[in-house]
DNA sequence: CGGACTGTTGATCGGTATCAATGCTCGTGG
DNA sequence: CCACGAGCATTGATACCGATCAACAGTCCG
């Protein structure tokens, strides 16, 4: 553990967004870390239907969760970022129904799964803290399905670009508009549900319309505002949040 | 308090599927209960942007979570049948964002959010099954999300239909195959993300092909092995869950 | 009886998928 | 160093799924 990161010093604790926890917490957290995990991108963190015996946070880098049908379609359900807890259905369900995936190289730090229940018994502010996330989850998972059943693509993308944007800011992974996104069209493609093709189209109209610059691993958001209209996308007020 | 249901003795803590709790957990559930709530179909439970000062669970009856935009299109997000949380997310997050409306007549059981405190400092097991009850909400929106984003509107439905006779059976609301379902066709396409008449079209499509038959509010399921082939579901082994 | 609501059916339109060809970047090996 | 192939992105042509528009039937209820 010599060169890890320890949760005493986690930088990501010193970001405005997340709360801060007293040192009993944190004492706690540190005890149920037991190593850190360094993932490849494209690297598999978790398979679907396999019953992993860790919890997982993101320390660093992006990853996503899907699921695919037999035929091999596969959706992205979405993206995970630094402070996103990975694994909770496994460690509470013992089941895992979507499999996990490293975009980037990334750095997650691992729990083991039977101290959960420690977590629960002495510490009621992290028990709520963990359905505290589990509800947030649910809460973009609402957001998307409203966008999948009701957008059409060109809003469903308008919508998705804030959505992650906004994310992404308030871990201070980006700002002034510009999102670096380690991601390929593909990837959006998947996650909006259409074809890498139509995806395609789809940026190139959200570009002639001004609305948006997409080059390399950059996506620059060029008039908030008419994007936002466009998507009906409300950003919700960056409330602080819990961080296991 | 009189002719209303008490904890100790809900018809539905006798059911197979919830766990059973000890006495002392009962008891705290009891206190925790403050009335019950009775509401007619149609009428709306929590609404998008309150922050409602209660946390429901479904006594009797079904009711639906649901999300608009601006413009009114609408997206049902889930059905929420007895047992079912209501207004997690406003307890925990102080924000509700969609709105949950009842289908049929419906009996609400009206818990105090500011003791959900409590709960979490004295009730471990009962910390956990918050938790729980989160991470399997997430686990079928995760299921929807891949409908909507990659199965075609007759598979979709296909799913769906035997999500909900799933679990409607899990609680004693369906059997032999048949589902006695409260809603139309309409709340079908909502939930589907699809147009009523492409609804219409797309059950036709599965009573021609002697999948199911769907008379006036009761839904019967004709050749299960094939209407899952057709969505390419699985059951998932009918776990025993929690009840708050 | 008439009106509202839900569901059905047909005709047509539009959004997205599919198929196919091309260009591009990049890593590999000759 | 260049040739090559793999993978990703772009563009065009066409096909299809589901939306939209419209008319009508059935049921419920005032």
């Not at 807890?85 to 750095?107: C, D, F, K, N």
């Not at 940026?203 to 996506?219: S, V």
């Not at 505002?225 to 996308?233: E, P, T, V, Y």
Request: glycine share 6%.
């Amino acid at each position: 553990m010599a060169d890890q990161t320890k949760c005493e010093q986690c930088p990501l604790r010193t970001l405005e967004v997340f709360r801060k926890l007293d040192d009993k917490q944190l004492g706690f957290i540190a005890r149920f870390k037991t190593g850190e995990l360094i993932v490849e991108p494209g690297s598999t963190i978790l398979l679907e239907e396999n019953n992993s015996p860790h919890l997982y946070t993101i320390l660093e880098g992006w990853a996503f969760r899907h699921k695919q049908l037999e035929d091999g379609r596969r959706q992205i359900l979405n993206f995970a970022l630094p402070g996103d807890l990975i694994g909770l259905q496994a460690a509470i369900l013992s089941e895992m129904q979507h499999s996990v995936t490293a975009l980037t190289r990334a750095t997650l730090c691992v729990f083991q799964r039977d101290k959960i229940w420690t977590l629960f018994q002495e510490f009621p502010e992290l028990s709520f803290s963990m359905t505290w996330l589990a509800a947030r989850e649910e809460q973009m998972l609402d957001g998307h399905l409203l966008s999948l059943g009701q957008r059409t693509a060109l809003e469903r993308t308008a919508y998705y670009i804030l959505h992650l944007y906004d994310r992404a800011e308030a871990l201070g992974l980006a700002g002034n508009n510009a999102l670096c996104a380690p991601f390929g069209k593909g990837h959006l493609a998947e996650a909006m549900g259409i074809t890498p093709v139509h995806a395609s189209r789809t940026i190139k109209k959200l570009h002639e319309r001004g609305l948006i610059r997409w080059t390399d691993d950059t996506i620059l958001i060029r008039d908030r505002d008419r994007l936002q209209a466009l998507a009906s996308f409300e950003s919700d007020p960056t409330m602080r949040r819990p961080m296991i």
